[in-house]
């Protein structure tokens, strides 16, 4: 019996789900529905896919067979499919960030619970193998105590101008871009945020393209290990530089240091018309699978493809407590995730530092 999955919100990301769970179709993984809000996408997916596509998830649940749910709906816009979802017995991926109030993580982490389904994170920078050599490396004490550390991941201008301005405004660097690190970083130190203190800048955005959000947010994270990190976030890069983010980490220890160009892995090209770039190989690549199938690999692809395994898994007879071993996110991780991201904010709005524990 395959495993049945539908995807929420089928737009710029979800077609990464859609492409995961299509060439998953020979491994028991079966594609089984859409749930898309947009008319005139819903009907192009119905003649791509040739499966059902609902306008509304409730609807989905009601009628399609489904053993779990992948949400990739705008980041606002989780709460209630997962709530849904959870409801409904399914098991659940979401998109980065969990939600983006503290109550609402909190309200989809007790409905998983209740229901007893999986709830995963889709926080897709622990399956770079980059990050993980210095996790294991961390987690080994090579590194000795963690003092310090830095982290920067800056888009370019048109992700939030062009990519998604209908939802922009809603978001945030730190909600966008921040969140991929803060998670990291707990998984890296295994230790949560205790106290939290951001300053940010609107300028760009709202003169040249009237989004009311933030261009940069600077966020100083203390641990309870006592490890303090500066996450720098922005996404008003001009379309002139070499790759669409930019992204990287130090972390000092009191025996060594790690540092790590999450973005140029060591390729370059310039290309007539196109100007110089890096390529981030290890995020999304293509390659040809031996019957000569265009197949997607890389930790982008990795994280998705972890949670049709993990309800693989469970649709064999597994236990979830048995899941918590690996390296996905739990729903857990994203509550916490989601406080860190929620305090960055309220430290904007205040000018203060937010104690969280
Ligand atoms: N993991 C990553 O690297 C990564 C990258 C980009 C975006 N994301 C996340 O993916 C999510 C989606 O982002 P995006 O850039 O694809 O946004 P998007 O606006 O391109 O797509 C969202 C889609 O959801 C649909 N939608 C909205 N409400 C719906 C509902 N109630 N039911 C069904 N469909 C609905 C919209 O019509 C749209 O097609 C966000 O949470 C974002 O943060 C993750």
Redesign the pocket.
């Given at each position: 019996m395959p495993v049945r999955i539908a995807v929420?919100?089928?737009?710029?990301?979800?077609?990464?789900h859609l492409d995961v769970f299509t060439q998953l179709g020979d491994e028991g993984i079966e594609l089984a529905a859409i749930?898309?809000?947009?008319p005139a996408?819903a009907e192009a997916l119905r003649a791509r896919y040739g499966i059902p596509v609902y306008?509304?998830?409730r609807e989905m649940l009601a009628k399609a067979r489904l053993d779990a749910v992948s949400v990739?709906?705008?980041?606002h816009?989780?709460r209630?499919?997962v709530i849904d979802a959870a409801a409904a017995g399914k098991h659940i991926l979401v998109?980065?960030?969990l939600d983006v109030t503290v109550e609402g993580a909190e309200a989809m982490v007790r409905a998983a619970r209740d229901a007893g389904v999986l709830l995963q994170v889709?926080f897709?920078k622990r399956y770079d193998p980059d990050h993980q050599t210095i996790e294991r490396r961390v987690r080994s004490g090579d590194l000795g105590d963690v003092l310090y550390g830095s982290v920067h991941m800056e888009d370019r201008i048109e992700v939030p101008v062009e990519?998604?301005p209908?939802?922009a405004a809603a978001?945030s660097p730190a909600?966008?871009l921040g969140v991929?690190f803060y998670d990291l970083v707990r998984w890296i130190l295994k230790s949560e945020a205790k106290t939290v203190y951001a300053t940010g800048t609107k300028a760009a955005l709202l003169r040249d393209h009237g989004l009311d959000t933030y261009d940069c947010v600077n966020a100083k994270v203390d641990f309870v290990n006592g490890a303090a990190f500066s996450f720098d976030t922005s996404w008003v890069l001009p379309k002139e530089f070499e790759a669409i983010v930019n992204q990287g980490l130090r972390i000092v220890g009191t025996k060594g240091v790690f540092e790590c160009d999450s973005q140029d892995r060591g390729t370059r090209s310039c290309i007539g018309g196109e100007g110089m770039a890096t390529y981030n190989a290890n995020f999304k690549r293509e390659t040809i699978d031996r019957r000569g199938r265009r197949l997607l690999r890389g930790y982008?692809i990795e994280s998705i493809e972890d949670f049709a395994g993990n309800v693989a898994f469970l649709q064999a007879g597994g236990r979830l407590s048995d899941l918590g071993k690996g390296v996905w996110a739990s729903g857990e991780d994203g509550l916490e995730t989601t406080r860190i991201a929620v305090a960055v904010h309220e430290s904007l709005a205040t000018g203060r530092v937010v104690r969280l524990r």
């Open positions: 929420v919100g089928a737009g710029k990301f979800g077609q990464t749930a898309e809000a947009d996408r306008a509304d998830h990739a709906t705008p980041d816009l989780h209630d499919i998109e980065k960030p889709d897709h990519w998604f209908h939802w978001s909600w966008f991929h982008g």
